[in-house]
Nanobody, 117 residues
Framework: QVQLVESGGGLVQAGGSLRLSCAAS????????MGWYRQAPGNQRALVAM???????SYADSVKGRFSISRDNAKNTMYLQMNNLKPEDTAVYYC???????????WGQGTQVTVSS
């Protein structure tokens, strides 16, 4: 079974940028869609961006225009470029594969993103 490892989080000031990576232990080429989720304290985990195997993307309204999702199937890696970060983007970010908009793999440890005002 494919395992996912997130990295790239950190502490950044509002308006700054971060690039998250999601590395898969096996081939993700056959996976039809993948997504980035985030979970802030006291909130449910929510999908913020997704990308299909053909490269089509979609975003939650809260991140549209600021975040960009991409994938490199040859490297079994997915990315989330986050620009113009806001304090409300503070959360633990997770990646997963998607089937009918639902996660399919065990969750990784996530990567913490903290945005200071």
């Amino acid at each position: 079974q494919v395992q996912l490892v997130e990295s790239g989080g950190g502490l950044v000031q509002a308006g700054g940028s971060l690039r998250l990576s999601c590395a898969a232990s096996g081939s993700i080429f056959s996976i039809s869609a993948m997504g980035w989720y985030r979970q802030a304290p006291g909130n449910q985990r929510a999908l913020v961006a997704m990308i299909t195997n053909m490269g089509s993307t979609s975003y939650a309204d809260s991140v549209k225009g600021r975040f960009s999702i991409s994938r490199d199937n040859a490297k079994n890696t997915m990315y989330l470029q986050m620009n113009n970060l806001k304090p409300e983007d503070t959360a633990v970010y997770y990646c997963n594969s998607l089937n009918s908009m639902r996660p399919t793999l065990p969750w990784g440890q996530g990567t913490q993103v903290t945005v200071s005002s």
